[in-house]
């Protein structure tokens, strides 16, 4: 922990949790469609980015006990 109160490795457990999820269904989406596709599965890249962000938060909050929301929030932010 740093003298501001954050936790580097819990930040970043949870940006490469995000990360992780976030990259393969948009690179998936995009390589098979296009951009200019009408798709429904179009509809993965948004639920992608709600549990991406879910889930980091949650994984930076679980290694952090002090300030867990902070820390959620701020590996939300770096992601």
Same mark, same amino acid.
């Given at each position: 922990?740093?003298?501001?109160g954050?936790?580097?490795v819990?930040l ?13 269904p ?6 098979m469609?296009?951009s ?9 890249? !948004?639920? *992608?980015? +709600?549990?991406?962000f879910?889930?980091? &938060?949650?994984? =930076?909050?679980?290694?952090? !006990?002090? *300030?867990? +929301? ?5 590996? &939300?932010?770096? =992601?």
């Amino acid at each position: 922990m740093s003298e501001a109160g954050v936790d580097r490795v819990a930040l970043a457990r949870g940006v490469a949790v995000i990360v992780a999820i976030l990259v393969p269904p948009v690179v998936f989406v995009r390589a098979m469609l296009g951009s200019e596709s009408e798709s429904p599965l179009w509809t993965l890249i !948004p639920l *992608a980015f +709600v549990l991406g962000f879910t889930i980091g &938060g949650i994984a =930076a909050a679980r290694r952090a !006990p002090v *300030a867990p +929301v902070k820390h959620a929030a701020l590996a &939300g932010a770096i =992601a």
